[in-house]
T-cell receptor, first 109, second 114 residues
Framework: GQQLNQSPQSMFIQEGEDVSMNCTSSSIFNTWLWYKQDPGEGPVLLIA?????ELTSNGRLTAQFGITRKDSFLNISASIPSDVGIYFCAGRYGNQFYFGTGTSLTVIP | NAGVTQTPKFQVLKTGQSMTLQCAQDMNHNSMYWYRQDPGMGLRLIYYSASEGTTDKGEVPNGYNVSRLNKREFSLRLESAAPSQTSVYFCASSGSGGINYGYTFGSGTRLTVV
């Protein structure tokens, strides 16, 4: 299967700080998705990206589809305690999505 | 609320036992998927069903079988459970607009094989 490298693996930040994470692959993807998983729940879609260079926002979240189509970035501005969870990237290759290993975010009040 | 429903939420099996994980969606989605989630491994595709009546292997199909019972339901069966199958299992479906809109996930089944 396709390998997606997601970094950082974990983050511990103070409430109010901005967060950046990224996802890279050796393959070109047609679509990039970002999901958030709360403890004990399934992943929930945050943002979908469909074109190279595309920049899309969802509230305090902003994601970008890398120009090379091999990477994507997610930024969270002014973090709050409910941002805690695991963030996954997913890239579409053929008829399947492949998932990164996740970034675990802890927000310290 | 509409979505993907998985049962059971928790299960403990002894090595060699069998069980079926159930999944149902009420969004009229064509495609359904089974993933497993292990620490540090992300989500890995076990099997998927692009449409009613079809199933295909994903990345890690060994030790599993699936049945697409109808458009709503997609079950995952472990015939002889092994400790290596201890994991969290997620069912997902993709919308009528095509998989490019991403998946809707269930809340997961936490399986422990002892």
């Amino acid at each position: 299967g396709q390998q997606l490298n997601q970094s950082p693996q974990s983050m511990f930040i103070q409430e109010g700080e901005d967060v950046s994470m990224n996802c890279t692959s050796s393959s070109i993807f047609n679509t990039w998705l970002w999901y958030k998983q709360d403890p004990g729940e399934g992943p929930v879609l945050l943002i979908a990206l469909y074109k190279a260079g595309e920049l899309t926002s969802n509230g305090r979240l902003t994601a970008q589809f890398g120009i090379t189509r091999k990477d994507s970035f997610l930024n969270i501005s002014a973090s709050i305690p409910s941002d805690v969870g695991i963030y996954f990237c997913a890239g579409r290759y053929g008829n399947q999505f492949y998932f990164g290993t996740g970034t675990s975010l802890t927000v310290i009040p | 609320n509409a979505g993907v429903t998985q049962t059971p939420k928790f299960q403990v099996l002894k090595t060699g036992q069998s069980m079926t994980l159930q999944c149902a969606q009420d969004m009229n989605h064509n495609s359904m998927y089974w993933y497993r989630q292990d620490p540090g491994m992300g989500l890995r595709l076990i099997y998927y069903s692009a449409s009613e009546g079809t199933t295909d292997k994903g990345e890690v199909p060994n030790g599993y079988n699936v049945s697409r019972l109808n458009k709503r339901e997609f079950s995952l069966r472990l015939e002889s459970a092994a400790p290596s199958q201890t994991s969290v299992y997620f069912c997902a479906s993709s919308g009528s607009g095509g998989i490019n809109y991403g998946y809707t996930f269930g809340s997961g089944t936490r399986l422990t094989v002892v």
